[in-house]
Nanobody
């Protein structure tokens, strides 16, 4: 059984940095991060392949966001620098069998999400 558990969210100030974690169990997958605000669709942020050797980002975040993974800890990370109020969202990690998937419906497993709130 695949389980994904996010952590690391919280209330931060604009300009701060934050690192989100996603602890995975039940297999090794290509992993992605998405975010969602109320009333909007879940938005792709970044994806990393199973080995960590390949990554892909939404264009608007690639300068400030870094996805990484430590397979010895079965954990995927999302480092967010220079946080902006518009980064406020629930951040979800997700697992996919195939790499370079960017649509939410292409990911088979999801975590429960972690709230990130950025105050100005």
């Amino acid at each position: 059984q695949v389980q994904l558990v996010e952590s690391g969210g919280g209330l931060v100030q604009a300009g701060d940095a934050l690192r989100l974690s996603c602890a995975a169990s039940g297999g090794t997958f290509n992993m992605g991060w998405f975010r969602q605000v109320p009333g909007k669709e879940r938005e792709f942020v970044a994806v990393i392949n199973w080995s960590g050797g390949n990554t892909y980002y939404q264009e608007s975040v690639k300068e400030r966001f870094t996805i990484s993974r430590d397979n010895t800890k079965n954990t995927v990370y999302l480092q967010i620098n220079s946080l902006k109020p518009e980064d406020t969202a629930v951040y979800y990690c997700a697992a996919a069998t195939n790499f370079l998937r960017v649509r939410a419906d292409e990911f088979e497993y999801w975590g429960q999400g972690t709230q990130v709130t950025v105050s100005s």
